[in-house]
Nanobody
Framework: QVQLVESGGGLVQAGGSLKLYCAASGRTFNHNCMGWFRQALGKEREFVAAIAWNGETKYYGDSVKGRFLISRDNAVKTAYLQMNSLKPEDTAVYYC?????????????????WGQGTRVAVSS
């Protein structure tokens, strides 16, 4: 079992940056793929980024490529999402998630552990 707690959300102006944190606790973290998803009001959940257990493979959604960076520190059981050049359309609740596999994946069905979410609002 893995418990995930997100933090770092808030209000930022367009063009600004935020860094999200996902603190994990429980049985395993170091052997799980970690991912970030987001859901804007009235929209479906969207894949943002994922990182393999060792950080060597990373995937990004098309809408965030070149602006967001996913990373992890297994020593402190934390995953990160650095968000740069933020746009109003990045406004959403951001969720951290984990799979039970080592490899990175973009498939939301592979993510079995989810956090409660942290809200990000980008003003124009």
């Amino acid at each position: 079992q893995v418990q995930l707690v997100e933090s770092g959300g808030g209000l930022v102006q367009a063009g600004g940056s935020l860094k999200l944190y996902c603190a994990a606790s429980g049985r395993t973290f170091n052997h799980n793929c970690m991912g970030w998803f987001r859901q804007a009001l009235g929209k479906e959940r969207e894949f943002v980024a994922a990182i393999a257990w060792n950080g060597e493979t990373k995937y990004y959604g098309d809408s965030v490529k070149g602006r967001f960076l996913i990373s992890r520190d297994n020593a402190v059981k934390t995953a990160y999402l650095q968000m740069n050049s933020l746009k109003p359309e990045d406004t959403a609740v951001y969720y951290c998630a984990a799979t039970t596999a080592w490899e990175a994946t973009m498939d939301p069905n592979e993510f079995v552990y989810w956090g409660q979410g942290t809200r990000v609002a980008v003003s124009s």
